[in-house]
């Protein structure tokens, strides 16, 4: 299903299956953007929350002159220095364009500066961003990229604006369109090691320094067993949601996709190991010509490790996309 002007993938070896591609993540470790300039944006947010959002903007050791900013919006308990953040912030900028590594509301370095937290359906926090950055930096116009959760908030932002939506472009990787069902697949057996680590890593996110939360949120967000629990006695109940099979169906990327009128990359992998493929082959693709989907067989859960380069596949796909459309 990838269009003709996109790269074929073909996993790198040893990464041959979703789990080693996925697992590999974990090894790759990028600790510099030099020669590139970084500097960290404190961008208020106007809710009456006082919550402010941190992002460390970087700049181009060589500026391409009328590049877009580029918006990187990581996954669940990521942040600005996720590994796949910081591959494809240093792809962009050697290729002249400025990047955005944010922050959501409450994960990394925002935590201390968030009393609330972010969520998958969170599309007005993204909303809101782009009504704060500074006139200079969205000049020549503004890309994104989502990643995993990231990928679903800004998929459900790109349909609730349709057409009047202020960027150029936009790509998601690895997201999960259906967020119950991708937490069922979560929660199987064969992927419990996964589940139990991103379930702490949550839990440690939820109530770290910053956070807002009774005395019963605590108890409950450290007493769930799954993420389901988590989301149903904590992200639900905060945030106006029945329960959260509610959350998940009023939030669900799916419900929004038809209506994105931007051009819009979707990019994922048959054997992620977090997100049923079959949602991707399921989904019809030909009903909005502003999607472009670019699905693979192989690659696993925000990996993309192929033949032919160290960068990984999904990188030089969207930057691609970005710059030929």
Same mark, same amino acid.
């Given at each position: 299903?990838?269009?003709?002007?996109?790269?074929?993938?073909?996993?790198?070896?040893?990464?041959?299956?979703?789990?080693?591609?996925?697992?590999?993540?974990?090894?790759?470790?990028?600790?510099?953007?030099?020669?590139?300039?970084?500097?960290?944006?404190?961008?208020?947010?106007?809710?009456?929350?006082?919550?402010?959002?941190?992002?460390?903007?970087?700049?181009?050791?060589?500026?391409?002159?009328?590049?877009?900013?580029?918006?990187?919006?990581?996954?669940?308990?990521?942040?600005?220095?996720?590994?796949?953040?910081?591959?494809?912030?240093?792809?962009?900028?050697?290729?002249?364009?400025?990047?955005?590594?944010?922050?959501?509301?409450?994960?990394?370095?925002?935590?201390?500066?968030?009393?609330?937290?972010?969520?998958?359906?969170?599309?007005?926090?993204?909303?809101?961003?782009?009504?704060?950055?500074?006139?200079?930096?969205?000049?020549?116009?503004?890309?994104?990229?989502?990643?995993?959760?990231?990928?679903?908030?800004?998929?459900?932002? %790109?349909? &609730?604006? $349709?057409?009047?939506?202020?960027?150029? =472009?936009?790509? /998601?990787?690895?997201?999960?369109? *259906? @967020?119950? !069902?991708?937490?069922?697949?979560?929660?199987?057996?064969?992927?419990?090691?996964?589940?139990?680590?991103?379930?702490?890593?949550?839990?440690?996110?939820?109530?770290?320094?910053?956070?807002?939360?009774?005395?019963?949120?605590?108890?409950?967000?450290?007493?769930?067993?799954?993420?389901?629990?988590?989301?149903?006695?904590?992200?639900?109940?905060?945030?106006?949601?029945?329960?959260?099979?509610?959350?998940?169906?009023?939030?669900?990327?799916?419900?929004?996709?038809?209506?994105?009128?931007?051009?819009?990359?979707?990019?994922?992998?048959?054997?992620?190991?977090?997100?049923?493929?079959?949602?991707?082959?399921?989904?019809?693709?030909?009903?909005?010509?502003?999607?472009?989907?670019? %699905?693979? &067989?192989? $690659?696993?859960?925000?990996?993309?490790? =192929?033949?032919? /380069?160290?960068?990984?596949?999904? *990188? @030089?796909? !969207?930057?691609?996309?970005?710059?030929?459309?």
């Amino acid at each position: 299903m990838n269009r003709p002007d996109l790269p074929p993938f073909q996993p790198r070896f040893p990464w041959w299956t979703g789990d080693l591609q996925t697992i590999a993540n974990r090894l790759r470790r990028l600790d510099t953007l030099a020669p590139h300039a970084s500097e960290r944006l404190k961008l208020p947010l106007p809710d009456g929350t006082g919550d402010t959002l941190l992002a460390s903007l970087d700049r181009p050791a060589t500026p391409r002159p009328g590049s877009p900013l580029a918006i990187l919006i990581h996954g669940l308990t990521g942040c600005q220095d996720s590994r796949y953040i910081f591959s494809m912030a240093r792809l962009l900028l050697d290729r002249g364009s400025r990047v955005l590594r944010l922050n959501l509301r409450g994960a990394g370095p925002s935590r201390a500066l968030c009393g609330q937290h972010y969520y998958a359906g969170r599309s007005q926090d993204f909303r809101a961003l782009l009504s704060v950055l500074p006139k200079e930096l969205t000049a020549d116009g503004v890309v994104a990229v989502g990643y995993s959760l990231g990928g679903a908030m800004l998929l459900k932002y %790109l349909g &609730e604006e $349709g057409k009047a939506a202020p960027l150029l =472009a936009a790509a /998601s990787v690895s997201a999960p369109i *259906d @967020l119950a !069902v991708t937490c069922r697949c979560m929660m199987r057996p064969r992927n419990r090691l996964y589940h139990r680590y991103i379930l702490d890593l949550m839990k440690v996110e939820a109530t770290g320094e910053g956070a807002i939360v009774s005395p019963e949120e605590r108890a409950a967000i450290i007493g769930s067993r799954t993420v389901w629990d988590y989301d149903d006695v904590f992200i639900a109940p905060r945030y106006g949601f029945a329960s959260a099979e509610d959350y998940y169906e009023r939030c669900r990327p799916t419900r929004f996709m038809g209506g994105i009128g931007i051009p819009t990359l979707v990019l994922a992998s048959f054997d992620d190991p977090w997100i049923p493929g079959k949602l991707y082959q399921e989904y019809d693709w030909g009903m909005n010509p502003s999607l472009t989907p670019a %699905l693979t &067989e192989h $690659g696993g859960h925000v990996a993309f490790h =192929a033949t032919g /380069s160290r960068q990984p596949w999904s *990188d @030089l796909v !969207v930057a691609r996309f970005f710059e030929y459309g």
